[in-house]
């Protein structure tokens, strides 16, 4: 499964309401859901003799169960400018050149901000399955 930004399984999940009286969301990843999705994906490897079967468990695992992406510098929200069902009114101010403007848009999940997140969970991974971490440092450059 891909780990980029329009990577569909970021959307697994449903947004929940956190912190005092419920004035924050977070995003709570549906681990089954993904679990499901790599079994079916991988199913046709399933005899390969290079196919470490306890890595994608593992990179599970690891992968954080919430992520709350206003606080998070490693993860923003998965933006769509259509209502689709479970998704949220995002609404950000910004400043440019002493200009205030507001961006609108609904999150239907949430999306990595570069490698690093991937990094982090990769390296936690490979040292639950037995694997040489210094690959983590090569396939995150």
């Known amino acids: 499964?891909?780990?980029?930004?329009?990577?569909?399984?970021?959307c697994y999940g449903k947004w929940e309401k956190s912190g005092f009286i419920g004035s924050k969301v977070q995003w709570r990843y549906d681990k089954d859901r993904i679990r499901h999705e790599l079994a079916t994906n991988l199913h046709r490897c399933r005899h390969c003799p290079h196919l470490n079967a306890s890595l994608p468990e593992a990179v599970l695992r690891h992968l954080p169960d919430v992520v709350v992406p206003g606080t998070d510098k490693n993860w923003d929200y998965h933006q769509t400018y259509e209502?689709?069902?479970g998704a949220i009114k995002i609404v950000r101010k910004e400043q440019s050149e002493g200009f205030t403007f507001s961006d609108e848009f609904w999150a239907d999940g949430v999306r990595p901000k570069g490698l690093s997140a991937l990094a982090?969970?990769?390296?936690k991974a490979f040292h639950?399955?037995?694997i040489d971490p210094e690959l983590v440092r090569m396939l995150t450059k």
């Open 120 to 123: 982090d969970i990769l390296a």
């Open 128 to 130: 639950d399955a037995g």
């Open 83 to 85: 209502e689709v069902p």
């Open 1 to 10: 499964m891909n780990w980029t930004e329009w990577a569909d399984w970021f």
